[in-house]
């Protein structure tokens, strides 16, 4: 019940910075490797919430 209320937060986070975000990404003056910045922030938050669920099921 605790991880569906964190994808759910999430989720609307990410719907309300989407548009934000999107433009941030896409500007032409920025940087290259701004698209890469979030997909490793995507990345390391599912590895840690996969970490964290195999300890939680190592307990059990």
Known sequence: ???QRLVILLLLIAYIFSPTLFNWIINPEG???RPYIVWILVIGIA???Q???KKYNDLD
């Open 31 to 33: 940087a290259w490797y």
């Open 1 to 3: 019940m605790n991880n």
């Open 47 to 49: 590895f840690a919430m």
């Open 51 to 53: 970490l964290r669920r």
